[in-house]
């Protein structure tokens, strides 16, 4: 599943909507940012980190439509993701209804794939994408916190 970033993609933070960008259950001085934002996410000592529990829901528009190829995610061992569910064009969500949705990619991380490696989207749902919303769901050690260093894109515009 993990593969090299193809010569054709790019990194999509400069098609980030950053006025819409929205994150649920982060904590407060470890906030998207640092995992999102160029510069920040490349720093080991930043990143972003759950609050009250292991889930963190974020919303992440762009200035134009995209095609979405590859992400990129990189945490520790323990607090980093483990279940990982994409959808696409999809308005306010929020916890109380993440679950009505079928996501259009699930992805089950491993610790290797952790360690910033590019996973390989459903290319073919992920074509005509305005936004992106990243459901973490669970984490690889089960604890209350999830913890992410780095969300990178790759994909078209």
């Known amino acids: 599943m993990a593969s090299v970033i193809h010569r054709s993609q790019v990194d999509l933070v400069d098609f980030v909507d950053w006025r819409g960008v929205e994150c649920l259950n982060q904590k407060s001085g470890h906030a998207i940012d640092n995992a999102l934002k160029q510069g920040y996410r490349e720093d080991d000592g930043l990143h972003l980190e759950s609050d009250a529990d292991e889930q963190i829901l974020i919303y992440i528009p762009f200035t134009q439509v995209v095609k979405l190829h590859s992400i990129v995610i990189k945490g520790p061992d323990e607090e980093g993701p483990r279940t990982v569910k994409l959808f696409t064009n999809k308005e306010n969500m929020g916890f109380s209804n993440v679950n009505d949705y079928p996501p259009n990619d699930s992805i089950i991380m491993s610790q290797d794939d952790l ?21 973490i769901e669970d984490n690889q050690g089960g604890n209350d916190i999830s913890k992410l260093q780095k969300i990178a894109l790759y994909g078209t515009t």
Do not use: D, G, P
Request: hydrophobic share 50%.
């Open 115 to 135: 360690k910033a490696k590019a996973i390989n989207l459903k290319y073919v749902k992920f074509q005509n994408v305005r936004s992106l919303t990243i459901f």
